[in-house]
């Protein structure tokens, strides 16, 4: 066993014992008491809280806050908050989450780590570009700082923004900033990834009472519409997924019919028009009209003049 392995065990035995002893380690390791005072030594410099008892019953524990009253937690329960934050890893790629990991992993017999949920994400590449802006989101709202950045909306205009930042929101596919808006006076979700040049001040900030206006804000969803489509049999999971079975009836040998929610806007087109030739929309009209508009000017984008 090398020093590595040696050290990673150190950290396994104290997190599930409370003393154990210089003797107790040596005899385990098959090293000498000043290998393992070496050791202790490294530990603590690396920021390990490990500290030494004197006496007859003495030797070296780790301090109670860095642990987790096991007594609580099952096996079971503590491979869930595995696969928890496995899923939280490969969306936040965060060096604090992969070392809460390893601290939980620590408290678990390695025989017992056989989860039988496994998650799985997209790994875009975008993902890692965004983590620098992720981080600093996290750091100024930890430490009540300004941030100051510019953000492009939906149409492309680009305004400069002074922030006060309350809590990133991670929905779908997507991070977003919360926080109220000193350009606006307002409270404001701003997408990560429309965010462009963001640096965090040196002025601080006193958090605002919890307004009305961000319940709204927080709450706020865009008007949705109530539409029947045809769709083919190929993508009903799709359907089931997001909106349920009872959103899907039996229409013909070739078609389902959906009854379905949408918002009324370019964001409902795009969604439906990710389904191709697979869905059509047969109610509302003016819906159908709407949507056959959006749909000719993305062809008239590839007609050649």
Request: proline share 3%.
């Amino acid at each position: 066993m090398d020093k590595v392995e040696r050290l990673i065990s150190i950290i396994m035995i104290l997190l599930k014992k409370n003393v154990v002893s210089t003797k107790e380690f040596a005899q385990l390791f098959n090293v000498s008491k000043r290998t393992i005072l070496r050791d202790m030594e490294t530990l603590s410099l690396s920021n390990i809280p490990i500290y030494s008892i004197h006496g007859v019953n003495g030797g070296y524990a780790i301090m109670d806050e860095y642990k987790v009253d096991k007594r609580l937690l099952s096996s079971s329960d503590l491979e869930n908050i595995l696969t928890a934050l496995g899923g939280l890893e490969q969306i936040l790629i965060s060096e604090e989450v992969e070392i809460t990991i390893k601290k939980i992993e620590a408290m678990v017999s390695p025989l017992s780590l056989k989860s039988s949920i496994q998650l799985s994400f997209y790994g875009w590449e975008g993902r890692s570009e965004i983590t620098q802006t992720l981080k600093t989101c996290q750091e100024s709202i930890l430490k009540r700082r300004l941030v100051s950045f510019d953000y492009i909306d939906k149409n492309g205009t680009t305004t400069n923004r002074i922030v006060e930042p309350y809590q990133l929101h991670f929905s779908e596919t997507s991070w977003y900033l919360k926080g109220f808006c000193l350009h606006r006076m307002r409270y404001r979700t701003f997408k990560l990834s429309r965010i462009d040049n963001l640096n965090m001040d040196e002025k601080t900030f006193n958090p605002r009472e919890y307004l009305l206006e961000q319940e709204h804000e927080a709450s706020y969803q865009p008007q949705l519409v109530a539409i029947k489509a045809l769709i083919s049999p190929i993508i009903k999971d799709q359907f089931i997924e997001r909106y349920g079975r009872k959103s899907i009836e039996n229409y013909s040998s070739e078609f389902l019919l959906a009854t379905i929610y949408v918002p009324q806007n370019s964001t409902g087109f795009q969604f439906l028009a990710n389904f191709g030739t697979n869905l059509t929309i047969v109610e509302p009209k003016t819906y159908v009209e709407d949507f056959r508009n959006y749909l000719k000017k993305m062809m008239d984008n590839y007609i050649s003049n």
